[in-house]
């Protein structure tokens, strides 16, 4: 009988027990969250104080908004060429300048005695080639005395010659005679070949050396150009017409070269510079379209230089009106630019509202078809552009979403439309 009741004991371990008990909680808490939870998270709504909004697939084009600013079209900057002191301020900043328009002098002591040694310098040189050359035409000048004294001789001596040689045919003169007249004849003309000769080598000789002097002399008269020029340079001229924005430069400040002095914007036009997050970098290009309102119109701008260096995060690109830009912009003024990225393409789209703000985007009430309920469901949200987002999950086209502010639902599952 004792081992019988030990039976019947066993029939309910304490692991059953825990099993049923458990089983029992979670039946407790399915009917909790479908009871009790359920009506808890329904809040009702009233239908005008909301906005619904229909799913569609159809083009998108993404935008990013981008900050730009107002430049002039061009800009030249004005620099010291040479170092100096500034002497003289022609014009202020701020004045219109026409192109050649003097700006400011420096004063460069070092150029100055440069250019007075190189100048004494070719002096000296220049008075060196004149010598030489009046030397060169004097020596010519006795060269052809020395030429007609050989000549003259050799006229002389050949008629003595040739009379000799008739008068010694009759024995008239001994051959001894004869042949002393001959050998004079004789060395005569190769005196004269020989100084032809040697006039020649020494007038190569001298030209040669005219040369080389007036070479130098070129090479100087060059030089001092560049220097006269390097002292031209101290006056700062315009190189265009236009605004000079800015003049950096006191009396008697000293400046070294290469230092920038200011700068003048050309008043043709402007061009906008924008910053763009280098997340962008891979999809901008030149040719890339952007359109920001002024004064209650939309105008067009065009992307036309991007400047690759990132720094803190950012890349710039200059952007150029399309059609000339409004009437009224002037320099320095800041643009909200709707930016295109990439080619039109087909896509889900949900019209942009308040709930973004809430969900970040990854939750959204859809509302049934009977337009009464709006229930909470997950989404996933891709690009974007001022109407409308991308929808990537959750969502097709013809779903009605609530689009407006969600601020005033709570974390609510369930909204009853009234």
């Known amino acids: 009988m004792g081992m019988d009741r030990k039976i019947e004991k066993k029939k309910w371990p304490p692991k059953k027990i825990a099993s049923l008990a458990a089983v029992?909680?979670?039946?407790?808490?399915?009917?909790?969250?479908?009871?009790?939870?359920?009506?808890?998270?329904?809040l009702n709504v009233k239908t005008e104080r909301i906005t619904i909004s229909t799913v569609t697939r159809g083009p998108f084009q993404e935008f990013i908004p981008i900050m730009g600013n107002v430049l002039p079209i061009n800009t030249f900057f004005l620099n010291a060429v040479e170092g100096g002191r500034v002497e003289e301020i022609y014009l202020e900043a701020g004045t219109i300048v026409k192109e050649g328009d003097g700006i400011l002098k420096l004063a460069n002591t070092n150029l100055l005695l440069d250019i007075m040694w190189r100048e004494a310098e070719l002096f000296q040189q220049s008075n060196n080639l004149r010598n030489t050359r009046l030397s060169m035409e004097q020596y010519r000048l006795r060269l052809n005395q020395d030429l007609a004294e050989i000549n003259n001789q050799l006229q002389q001596q050949k008629r003595t010659y040739e009379r000799y040689e008739e008068l010694v045919k009759d024995n008239l003169i001994s051959k001894h005679e004869y042949e002393l007249a001959k050998d004079q004849y004789e060395y005569l003309i190769k005196k004269k070949e020989l100084t032809i000769d040697s006039q020649r080598n020494d007038i190569e000789f001298r030209l040669s050396q005219i040369d080389a002097l007036e070479s130098s002399l070129q090479r100087m008269q060059d030089n001092l150009g560049i220097?006269?020029?390097?002292?031209?340079?101290?006056?700062?001229?315009?190189?265009?017409?236009?605004?000079?924005?800015?003049?950096?430069?006191?009396?008697?400040?000293?400046?070294?070269p290469g230092q920038p002095l200011g700068q003048i914007d050309v008043l043709e036009g402007f061009k906008v510079r924008a910053a763009i997050d280098e997340h962008y970098i891979a999809r901008i290009e030149t040719g890339r379209t952007g359109e920001f309102d002024f004064a209650g119109n939309s105008y067009g701008l065009l992307?036309?230089?991007?400047?690759?260096?990132?720094?803190?995060g950012r890349f710039e690109v200059d952007m150029e009106f399309v059609g000339g830009g409004p009437e009224g912009i002037t320099r320095g003024q800041t643009l909200h630019i709707r930016l295109e990225l990439g080619d039109i393409s087909e896509a889900i789209l949900l019209p942009r509202g308040g709930f973004y703000q809430t969900t970040g985007g990854n939750?959204?009430?859809?509302?049934?078809?009977?337009?009464?309920?709006?229930?909470k469901i997950k989404i996933r949200l891709g690009r974007q552009n001022p109407q409308v987002f991308e929808v990537l999950e959750g969502l097709g086209p013809g779903d009605r979403i609530i689009t407006s502010s969600y601020e005033s639902f709570g974390n609510m599952d369930r909204l009853v439309l009234k």
Request: positive net charge.
């Open 24 to 42: 029992g909680l979670f039946v407790i808490l399915v009917l909790y969250v479908f009871l009790f939870r359920l009506n808890k998270s329904t």
């Open 227 to 256: 220097v006269k020029q390097k002292q031209e340079n101290l006056t700062i001229k315009a190189p265009v017409s236009g605004h000079l924005t800015a003049l950096n430069a006191e009396i008697g400040q000293s400046k070294s």
């Open 303 to 312: 992307v036309k230089k991007i400047y690759p260096e990132v720094i803190d």
């Open 363 to 375: 939750w959204a009430y859809v509302v049934d078809e009977s337009e009464n309920v709006a229930t």
